[in-house]
């Protein structure tokens, strides 16, 4: 059984990335190489108002008996990450929460928070802060000619050394502490079901690359995180987590990490105008039949894309504009389930499938939601599904894999609940085949024993999510599944 204090990393330096992390062993998928409780957590920038206890939504209604912030009662008035951080702090200057009209709207005055939490876990932890913390990079140089320090200048630095009396923390310490949480923190979703964001000097020091060779997990309740190993390292190899979303194209990607991380990724998918031969970015041309739409130099957000087929050139400003169009119509679909879910998701599919080509980013993402959601929806459930269903379901999670096989290889979350949805409706598929006498009984039983391997695959991966988060429930729902199919095999052989 693997020692949850145990570090499998050693920290090295150079010039160019300052400190990165790299195996102290040889590592093997699903090997535990950290575990880390957060320096400090809190609410994201831009948050709305939540309960400062547990994070779940707040109405503003009901405020903490001492400071008068929002919280959902005195369990979370209570509850240690706002009673020991700052209630006590807005109590003594009587700071008070000033009601809001549309509580479901961003709330300026928890932008104090987390910054508060981190400089109250300073003086709480001076050896970690001074060890682990003090060292994280800033930007300060960058940060101060960006909009977001006059941002953080007023709903930060002048709110919390005036209004709240804490003006024993200098300027240019609220500010490092700001660039801190913006540049390193990680985001986890509380039991609450909302994203907060938390501080882990371990995670903290590997560095990116677009194919991570890493995967975290993190407790809703706590925020403990846990991490592990993806794919096979070897002692000695570097050790690399991913600052964004590896769905996203290399032109939106990198965007992102300019902005937001102050640096420009040269990471080996960047640099490739494929992003590896899964051509996420690339998309059909509409002036010719064969051609497709590539970048003629990747690391450029303002150079030519060009047909590979055909005369047609366009800017790569023209392709974001597509990108963020799509974008927008995916995000206005996210919160949609059920069978209009479905249905949206699939609308915006046809609509795109004659622009993008079929790996395209934004229709691997549409495959990941349509994979979850085909089978659980009303209507859309498993054993409702005809037999076309069933098949478009397949299809999208063989694609999806492929994609996987690249951008997220080896043992991360996307690919164990990808491999879950898939082992359904092949089992269900075979059965059907084999009442119709589309197969013969040894071609059912193998196509049955390959979905049960699946499963049992994707149960190697869930396995180490944490227990009480929504993939560790899934992990142990497919530990069951898994066991029954073994144990039960023969019987479901015969009585098909």
């Known amino acids: 059984m693997a020692n949850p204090d145990q570090v499998l990393f050693t920290t090295k330096r150079n010039d160019e990335v300052g400190r990165f992390a790299v195996a102290k062993q040889p590592l093997k998928p699903g090997d535990l190489i950290f575990s880390e409780t957060p320096f400090a957590y809190g609410p994201k920038s831009d948050s709305p108002p939540l309960c400062l206890g547990c994070f779940a939504p707040a109405d503003c209604t009901v405020l903490c008996t001492k400071c008068s912030w929002p919280v959902c009662g005195p369990q979370c008035e209570a509850a240690a990450p706002h009673k020991e951080y700052e209630c006590e702090a807005f109590a003594r200057a009587k700071v008070k929460f000033q009601p ?13 928070v987390t910054p508060l939490r981190v400089l109250l876990a300073m003086e709480k932890d001076p050896k970690r802060w001074e060890e682990e913390v003090r060292i994280m990079e800033a930007h300060n140089d960058v940060r101060r000619t960006k909009p977001v320090w006059q941002f953080n200048q007023v709903n930060v630095v002048d709110y919390l050394r005036g209004p709240c009396r804490c003006d024993r923390f200098p300027e240019d310490l609220i500010h490092t502490v700001c660039g801190i949480l913006e540049i390193n923190a990680f985001e986890a979703r509380a039991n609450s079901g909302y994203l907060v964001r938390c501080l882990y000097p371990k995670l ?3 560095s990116h690359n677009c194919i991570s060779n890493i995967h975290h997990s993190v407790a809703p309740d706590d925020f403990k995180v846990a991490v592990r190993a993806t794919v096979e390292t070897p002692e000695g190899g570097e050790l690399f987590s991913s600052y964004t979303y590896s769905l996203w194209p290399t032109l939106v990607r990198r965007e992102f990490l300019k902005e937001s991380k102050y640096f420009e990724c040269t990471c080996k998918r960047c640099c490739d105008k494929t992003e590896l031969g899964t051509h996420m970015g690339t998309l059909k041309c509409q002036k010719c039949d064969n051609g497709v739409i590539l970048s003629t130099d990747p690391l450029s957000d303002s150079c030519e894309w060009k047909c590979t087929h055909c005369e047609f050139k366009t800017k790569a400003g023209a392709v974001r504009r597509v990108f963020e169009a799509i974008q927008t119509e995916i995000d206005a679909v996210e919160m949609v389930s059920g069978a209009q879910g479905i249905e949206q998701r699939e609308s915006i599919y046809r609509k795109y499938r004659s622009v993008l080509h079929p790996k395209n980013a934004y229709m691997t993402i549409l495959r990941t939601a349509l994979t979850q959601l085909y089978g659980r929806a009303e209507g859309y459930s498993v ?26 290889p080896g043992a991360s979350r996307i690919r164990g609940i990808t491999l879950y949805e898939l082992h359904a409706p092949l089992m269900i598929l075979a059965r059907n085949e084999y009442n119709s006498d589309m197969i013969t009984r040894e071609e059912f ?15 190697e991966i869930l396995k180490n999510e944490v227990p009480n988060s929504n993939e560790g429930r899934l992990g142990l729902v497919a530990q069951q599944a898994h066991e029954g199919l073994i144990k039960n095999f023969e019987l479901l052989i015969e009585t098909a």
Request: aromatic letters at 4%; glycine letters at 2%; a negative charge.
């Open 204 to 206: 903290a020091i590997l």
């Open 445 to 459: 039983r193998k196509k049955m024993q390959e979905a049960v391997d699946i499963l049992g695959k994707s149960v």
């Open 383 to 408: 054993e409702d599904l005809p037999d076309l269903l069933l098949e478009r379901k397949v299809e999208l999670c063989y694609q999806l894999l492929e994609v996987l096989d690249v951008v997220e």
């Open 100 to 112: 809001m009209e549309d509580p479901t709207q961003i709330c300026l005055q928890y932008e104090c």
